[in-house]
Structures are given as structure tokens and as C-alpha cells.
């Protein structure tokens, strides 16, 4: 059982408005969360004192809410509160993440999901930002950008071209013709590289350490970049990477820096890569991850850096769920 929750204005207390905005939002959610009636157990609704033309429960049963227990209750007066506001509880069955509803001046009660929202995690290698971005976009429901991907793509580009990364001209010339999509299906992102799906693919680690050599020439992160901006101004994301809040997006409200021990992080990537059945050892993987963060800390091009207003949060001891709520708690914090 999940609770899913609304709240809309009325432009005055008639029983013609309260039935129009109570039906218009009650709809609204079955619509947005693809619920069928019989999912809904009950509804609790609410208004304002200074709406006294019809119950709101009243208004929904006459908008066709006459499968589930409706109940209305009256709100006490505080000072600030919105005027002419009705909201509502649904305890509903559903198993898929909820999408909650907030209409016309009630859109100011919840600022999280009433505009668009950035959320930049950053961090080295094997820190864990891109299993927490997941989880938190899982959890906010919105997207979780992998712009990890996108250059690891890009690498793969040059590689399946045959051409000679440390060629500055020859990069070039594949990034000016990339065909590179980012599409989200069942939550997930899939990332397609001339019309064909390379998310499995790019997670090798020899795309892994050539992605941050390619990454290093400004005209591949200028291209990444723009397209990164573009989407995270059009809908609310979670961007996970290496400079996303000291490049990508530096005004982004919601900054965080993951960290881990070098030995930590190495011990994690071995224990994955066993499952993988890959046969690299934990000290040539420690090996790698220090080189990476070496190439990543030091290079010309946006290296990695910690902005200064990002929360650190050390995972080395922290288990996946500890992290995510600590950031979830950090959000809160600032709606």
C-alpha cells in the first residue's frame, strides 16, 4: 500500500468550483499514476475554513470517486496558509513508484516536484554516485542522467573507428559525427550509440580508462555539456559525475561529493567483477582506480573537485541505503 498525495485551489467557495477542482485533481492522480479504481482503498480529504459550499468528499463522489471510503475533514486556521485549498490523501495498491499532485497556487506547497530540480553528485571512480543517483531518481521520480555514459560512448565511438585517441584531429572528427541518444525506458537509461543500445557495452574497463582520456579534450565536454544543460533545464534530473557541480551545472541547488577510500572502492569493483566473472585481480583494479583518479584530479579540462557549497559524504563505511537517505534528508532540508 502506498499513499499518494494532491492539494489544488479554488478561484472562490462555490459548489460548482469545489466539484471542478476536486474532480479535475482527483483525476489528475489515477491519470498520472495509471491507477484503475478498484486500485484506490480509500480517499482522505481536507479544505481550508473558509470553504463552506460542499464537502470535498461530497464533490468527489459526484465525480465518480463511489468505489472506496471518502472522508473530509476541516483544516485550522494558520497564519500563511494558502486560501481556498483543498487537499488529499490516496491509500492506494500499486506497486510502482508514486507521482503526487499538486495543482494551480497549491503547486507552491511542494517546490520539489512543482518545477524543475538538479541534483549534482559527484565523486571518483567506485565511490557509488551512480547506484545512489539511480535509487534517489527512483525515489524523487525523476530522471537519472548517467553522463558517465555519454563520454564512455564517446570513447567507444573512437574505438570501434579505429582511430588513435591521443589524436586530437581524429577525435574530433568522430565527436562532429556522433550519433549519440540518451532515451529512458522501465526507468532505466539507454544509451545509443549510432541507433544501437552500447549501455552494457561502454562498461568495460578499457572504455572505462579511455573515456577519461577522450574526456579530456574541451570540444568533447563542450558537446557533452550543451547537451547535458539542455536536458537538465527541460525536466528535473539527477546528474551523476566529475564535475557536475563545478561545471555542468555550478548554480544546481543540490550538490553532493561521494567518496571512498582508494582500497574500498577497489574492493568493490572486485567484488562486482567476480559476478561478471572477469579475471582481474584486486591489485590490479586498486592499480587502476589510483591511475584513473590521478588522470581525472589532473587534468587540464574540468578536473575532478569538490565545489565548495556540495555535502561530503564519506561511503567507505556506509552501506547504499545510509547514503541515499542521508541525501534525501539534505533535500529536504532546503525545500
Do not use: W
Amino acid at each position: 500500500m502506498k499513499a499518494i498525495r494532491g492539494a489544488t485551489t479554488l478561484v472562490s467557495d462555490t459548489a460548482e468550483e469545489v466539484r471542478k477542482k476536486v474532480g479535475e485533481m482527483l483525476l489528475q492522480i489515477v491519470s498520472e499514476n495509471k491507477l484503475n479504481m478498484s486500485d484506490i482503498i480509500c480517499i482522505m480529504l481536507s479544505s481550508t475554513s473558509d470553504i463552506h459550499s460542499i464537502y470535498p468528499a461530497k464533490a468527489a463522489r459526484e465525480a465518480g470517486f463511489s468505489s472506496c471510503p471518502l472522508y473530509s475533514s476541516l483544516e485550522p486556521d494558520m497564519d500563511g496558509s494558502l486560501a481556498l485549498c483543498v487537499r488529499a490523501m490516496l491509500l492506494v495498491e500499486t506497486d510502482k513508484p508514486v507521482k503526487h499532485v499538486y495543482l494551480h497556487k497549491a503547486k507552491a506547497l511542494r517546490k520539489d516536484i512543482a518545477s524543475v530540480i538538479n541534483i549534482a553528485i559527484d565523486g571518483p571512480a567506485g565511490s557509488g554516485k551512480s547506484t545512489v543517483a539511480a535509487i534517489i531518481a527512483e525515489k524523487l521520480d525523476i530522471l537519472s542522467l548517467d553522463t558517465g555514459a555519454m563520454y564512455r560512448a564517446t570513447a567507444l565511438k573512437c574505438l570501434k573507428s579505429g582511430i588513435d585517441y591521443a589524436e586530437k584531429d581524429q577525435v574530433k572528427h568522430a565527436v562532429e559525427n556522433i550519433n549519440l541518444r540518451v532515451e529512458y525506458k522501465d526507468g532505466k537509461q539507454l544509451t545509443l550509440l549510432d541507433g544501437e543500445d552500447v549501455s552494457g557495452e561502454i562498461r568495460t574497463p578499457q572504455i572505462s580508462m579511455l573515456s577519461s582520456y577522450v574526456s579530456s579534450y574541451p570540444f568533447v565536454r563542450d558537446k557533452m555539456v550543451q547537451i547535458q544543460r539542455r536536458i537538465a533545464s527541460e525536466v528535473s534530473c539527477v546528474l551523476d559525475g566529475r564535475d557536475i557541480g563545478t561545471n555542468v551545472l555550478p548554480d544546481c541547488p543540490f550538490k553532493f561529493y561521494l567518496t571512498a577510500t582508494p582500497e574500498v572502492r577497489a574492493e568493490r569493483r572486485f567484488e562486482q567483477d567476480k559476478i561478471k566473472g572477469t579475471s582481474q585481480t584486486y591489485e590490479q583494479i586498486l592499480e587502476e582506480i589510483n591511475e584513473r583518479d590521478k588522470q581525472d584530479k589532473n587534468r587540464a579540462v574540468a578536473p575532478l573537485k569538490c565545489a565548495a557549497d556540495a555535502t561530503v559524504i564519506d561511503t567507505s563505511y556506509m552501506t547504499i541505503e545510509e547514503v541515499v537517505a542521508q541525501i534525501l534528508a539534505k533535500i529536504q532540508e532546503k525545500i
